[in-house]
């Protein structure tokens, strides 16, 4: 008997779960036969809804298998890349007009900027005092983030290492998950937020975490060989890590300022973290920015 993982739609982030089902049904056939660009196959075809209103999808489980929140090796940091531009390339041809808005804003650095002005001048919960030297080094510097550049397309949307799922051995990417943010953008923002997630030893709050410019030379050939003729050019890869950076760490300080209401964490003060440690990691890249140019070739 088939066995089915059932996932709670968190209805805080997505006020409309029909979106997403639609977008999943546009998605499915076109990655489905894609071995390195598949997607765990719905159970079901309805979302069930609870009686306290909550809705609820099924996805049939993949079996023995691993999902990681790091790489463990250059083999799998290639393998990642690869599928994720292959789930790109498996969507070349679908039209951007069959996909719903799951989430207002949404990777937009113009919405992200505009909300981290409105929680300084809100300071909702009383934070901004204690962090005002770190808000302003940012008022000053946040447009220093190139814009994105290269081609359009559909692209995954959150392209963390755990986004993917590996066969029993670690060693062959089996699926690609979550199509919650699928969505018409700069095909160069999926690379930068894999290598924003997965290139660098540390954790994400770290201000010392390096940059492995092995893990970003190995995800920028996988993805290149996923993408094949849609990949953006290595400047583009490059623009798209510092401007998901900064990005994130203006989602994640503006969170820290209204009252860590997006962003899970486990004390007071973990949203503020993240963003000294994305901000550090933003600083670092734009100082090796020659260094990693040369890993994306």
Excluded at 59 to 76: C, K
Excluded at 127 to 146: C, E, Y
């Amino acid at each position: 008997m088939p066995i089915a993982v059932m996932q709670r739609v968190n209805r805080t982030v997505f006020r409309d779960p029909q979106a997403l089902i639609t977008n999943a049904e546009a998605v499915e056939p076109f990655v489905r036969d894609r071995v390195a660009a598949r997607i765990p196959a719905r159970a079901g075809k309805a979302c069930v809804i609870d009686e306290a209103g909550d809705y609820w999808r099924a996805f049939a489980h993949l079996g023995p298998s691993l999902n990681l929140d790091l790489p463990q090796s250059t083999a799998q940091c290639f393998a990642a890349g690869e599928a994720f531009g292959g789930f790109q390339a498996a969507l070349a041809n679908l039209s951007p007009e069959q996909l719903r808005i799951c989430i207002d804003g949404f990777q937009d650095f113009a919405v992200a900027a505009s909300r981290f002005e409105l929680a300084i001048k809100s300071d909702a919960c009383g934070r901004l005092s204690s962090s005002v030297d770190f808000a302003d080094a940012l008022v000053t510097r946040k447009g220093q983030a190139p814009m994105l550049s290269g081609p359009f397309g559909i692209v995954h949307g959150d392209c963390k290492f755990n986004n993917v799922q590996f066969d029993a051995s670690g060693e062959r990417v089996i699926a690609v998950l979550d199509l919650d943010t699928v969505m018409w953008h700069r095909r160069a923002l999926d690379f930068g937020d894999l290598v924003r997630a997965g290139a660098v030893l540390g954790a994400e709050d770290d201000t010392e975490a390096e940059i492995d410019l092995a893990r970003v030379s190995a995800f920028a050939a996988g993805f290149r060989t996923g993408a094949g003729a849609l990949a953006p050019e290595r400047q583009a890869l490059f623009d798209a890590l510092l401007h998901v950076t900064l990005m994130l760490t203006l989602r994640f300080y503006s969170d820290h300022l209204n009252g860590d209401v997006y962003f899970q964490v486990d004390a007071p003060g973990d949203n503020l973290r993240r963003a000294c440690g994305q901000w550090a990691l933003f600083e670092q890249a734009a100082c090796r920015r020659k260094e990693v140019l040369r890993a994306l070739k």
